[in-house]
């Protein structure tokens, strides 16, 4: 528990200085140069699905409902049998999330309660993470989830007001909370790392988007008789 909280403190300190300066975006959509590029390379700009835009300051779960409303509304969303070499699919994850959902729900594998259930899991990783494109999911972001999954307060989200709190003011929070109301259950903590896994696999076999194909999420699972605290 101190170890976990001794990383929640680090996270605020560099959460809080992105806040501040609003230096998430150009972290969030850098791309590096292949290798004998010329000194002109510019990166290409990620592919966003239309409507969505990438949220450059406060990342708060207020501003994500808007980022996967408008991915929901998006006629990207809905034109999914189409070739991914012709007509490439977006590398958001709110657009990834909601192109998953559709097409389960279309073959019949996923009700809404789980599609929710997904959603959330989805908007906590990039709250915690500050990730936003798939195509940046690195395995170390897979563990900073799961070690922040430690330090959330329990009581996390259900008041309203927590929507439009960030992270850092969330972590900072839970620095002064007794460990009994921090965490999450391990089936709860390993359905979070299930719904990351599953969308960054949908993203490389449906969408034939590039990720990082060394994810492993099955080695950070949390036992069943442990909660995802310590």
């Given amino acids: 528990s101190a170890i976990a909280r001794v990383r929640a403190i680090d996270i605020i300190e560099e959460r809080s200085k992105i806040e501040t300066s609003g230096s998430a975006a150009p972290a969030v959509t850098a791309v590096k140069a292949p290798k004998n590029a010329p000194a002109s390379y510019e990166p290409p700009t990620p592919l966003l699905t239309s409507g969505v835009k990438i949220i450059s300051k406060r990342i708060?779960?207020?501003?994500?409902?808007?980022?996967?409303?408008?991915?929901?509304?998006?006629?990207?969303?809905?034109?999914?049998?189409?070739?991914?070499?012709?007509?490439?699919?977006?590398?958001?994850?709110?657009?990834?999330?909601?192109?998953?959902?559709?097409?389960?729900?279309?073959?019949?594998?996923?009700?809404?309660?789980?599609?929710?259930?997904?959603?959330?899991?989805?908007?906590?990783?990039?709250?915690?993470?500050?990730?936003?494109?798939?195509?940046?999911?690195?395995?170390?972001?897979?563990?900073?989830?799961?070690?922040?999954?430690?330090?959330?307060?329990?009581?996390?989200?259900?008041s309203e007001s927590d929507r439009s709190l960030t992270y850092a003011e969330i972590a900072a929070r839970a620095l002064t909370l007794p460990d009994d109301k921090l965490g999450r259950s391990a089936g709860t903590s390993n359905r979070h790392l299930d719904a990351i896994g599953a969308i960054v696999n949908y993203a490389s076999v449906q969408d034939k988007i590039e990720v990082d194909r060394d994810i492993d999420t099955s080695s950070l699972r949390v036992a069943d008789n442990v909660r995802s605290r310590n």
């Fill in 60 to 158: 708060t779960h207020s501003a994500l409902d808007d980022q996967f409303q408008a991915a929901a509304a998006s006629s990207d969303t809905h034109d999914l049998e189409r070739s991914p070499k012709t007509s490439p699919f977006s590398h958001d994850l709110a657009g990834v999330c909601e192109r998953s959902i559709r097409r389960a729900q279309a073959d019949g594998r996923m009700d809404d309660k789980t599609a929710l259930g997904r959603r959330m899991s989805i908007k906590l990783f990039m709250f915690i993470t500050g990730q936003q494109l798939v195509t940046d999911v690195e395995q170390h972001h897979i563990r900073v989830l799961m070690n922040g999954l430690k330090t959330l307060p329990a009581n996390f989200l259900k």
